[in-house]
Each structure stands twice: as C-alpha cells, then as structure tokens.
C-alpha cells in the first residue's frame, strides 16, 4: 500500500514539472533591446535625450512658446505612449511633453535600481532641466499621478497646474488588481517572471484596469507586452513592487496649493473613486471630474472625452499664486 501511494505521489510531482516545466516553456521570452524596439515604438516625434545615465525616450509636441507646458507621466507598466490621444488634441494649442519613466518604455532600466517616488520626481525635474523647461504644467495616471502631485510639492515655484487620474496617493484597498502586477510582488518568482512572460497575462492585466475590456484590441496588448520585454524592464517591475510604499506622503497633499484638476474613472478597481474624493478634500479649491463607465486609465480608454475638461482646465485663468 504505502509502495503504492509513494509511486503515485512521485508520479504526480513528475506530472506536475513536467507541465509546469511545458508552461514556463511556451511563455519564454528573451529581452529584446532597445535597437530591436524602436523601428515600431518610437517614431517621429519621439527622441532621445541622456538624463541621470540613461538615455531618455520622450516627445515634445506643440507651440514653444508655451510659458507653461504640460508634462504628462505615465503609469506603471505603461509607457508614454498611453497619452497619444490626448496629445493629439492638446498640441495644436498646448506644449505637450512626456517621457518613459525609469524601468518602463524605451528609457529602460535606473542604473542604481531606484525606484522610489523620490527618485522618479528628482528625475522628472532633472529632465524638464535637460529640455531647459523652468515653468510647467503638470499631469499623471496612477504611479504618475503619485509622481506629479510630488513634483509639484517638490517644486512649488515651477509648477502652474495640477492634473490627477486616477493618481495613487493612499494607502488603499483595490478590488482587484491585474494578474502582472501580483505575479512580480511575489519574490519567489522573480526570475521566473524576468525571463518569461505569457502575452495573455498581459492581455488579462491591461482588460483589468479598463471600464470596457471590450475597447481593448489587439494593437494595445502588442504594445504593452513588447515594451514590457526591453531589456531590463521586467527586473525593474520586480524591484519597483518591492520599493512601494503606498501612502508614504499622504499627509503633504493638503499642501498642494496650486490650481488641480482630479479626473477619475468609475469603474476603477485598483484605485477606487474614494481616493478620487480624498484628493478633492485635501486639496482646497480642486475640481472633480468622474466618469461612470471608464476605468483606472480613463484618459487611453476614451481620450476625447477625458481631454475635454483639461482643455478647459489649461485654457482658463491661472489662480494667483499664495
């Protein structure tokens, strides 16, 4: 009996690996470099500028003669190309620049592995520098919304205006998070997760985080998953999730003392609306924007609608300064 049990428990492992081994198999993907990558991700008008050591994508779109510009920061895992809609309608008016932040897009990987907020803000402020940008509007989703509320307590005296979706801030509770984003916080599969890389995971991830999985089309997941797969983005994921510490700051966002915009999505499921009120609360004289059938990336899931009160919002007469 116990020759028999032991032969079924060792043929069960051995069925186990073998599928495992079969899964891990069929999702391997290699780094791919950046040279491999930019043909596709990075056409006219991107460019490249060195900042902190790294070799900086990023696009400046719009009339320079803009005493404020808007720069807008991505999320995590994204890249600057979520902001293509809203580009495409603020620069016939509006200076508009965005980047790829450290450990996402094009730019790749910090070259000390820090991926703390303030990190990302000393680089914001470091590569509006490089483009000699003193005055600036400022925007982000998620993680940069988290960085542009900080650039903008970091640098009271060149921020003009301030524009959140969906911005992290608090420590908060999500209702379901994308499947990629739980897969690298766990440590024990952190090499796993730095040498494979299953395009449906991305694709469950990215239909996740929107209102309408629906508006998710396959020109998105080949996006996110190939700009995913440059060279040491994924090692960075691994450490950024390590690096997290949600709410850190929470308590200087009522020192925001600039003219704020809040969009927010919501069906949002990793940053819920009530952060969304938090934000208007805290910072006095805000306004709030939601939008019942979108999600945690409102602005790439229905740029024409979102955009709309930005414009607005730019357009109008800048509060006085304290």
Known sequence: MLKTLSRFVVGALVIVLVVSGAA???SWEPDRSVEVLTPRWAQPPSQFIAVDGMQVHYRDEGPRDDPAPLVLIHGTAASLHTWDGWASELRGRHRVIRMDLPGFGLTGPSPGDDYRIEAYVSFVLHFLDALKVQRFSVGGNSLGGNIAWEVARAAPQRASK???????????????TPLGFRLAR?????????????R????????????DPARVDDALIDRYFELTLREGNRRALGLRMQQLQPGENAGHIRDLALPTLILWGARDRLVPPESAQRFHGD??????VTFPELGHVPHEEDPSKTVRPVIRFLDGAPRAQP
Do not use: F
Request: a negative charge; aromatic letters at 6%; charged letters at 10%.
């Open 24 to 26: 891990v198999l069929a």
């Open 186 to 198: 766990m440590p024990a599969l952190q090499w796993l997760m730095t040498h494979s890389l299953a």
């Open 162 to 176: 301030l524009v959140l979706v969906d911005a992290g801030g608090y420590a908060v509770t999500a209702s379901s």
């Open 200 to 211: 449906g995971i991305v694709e469950r991830s990215v239909r996740n985080v929107y209102g």
């Open 283 to 288: 910072i006095a004289g805000s306004e709030l």
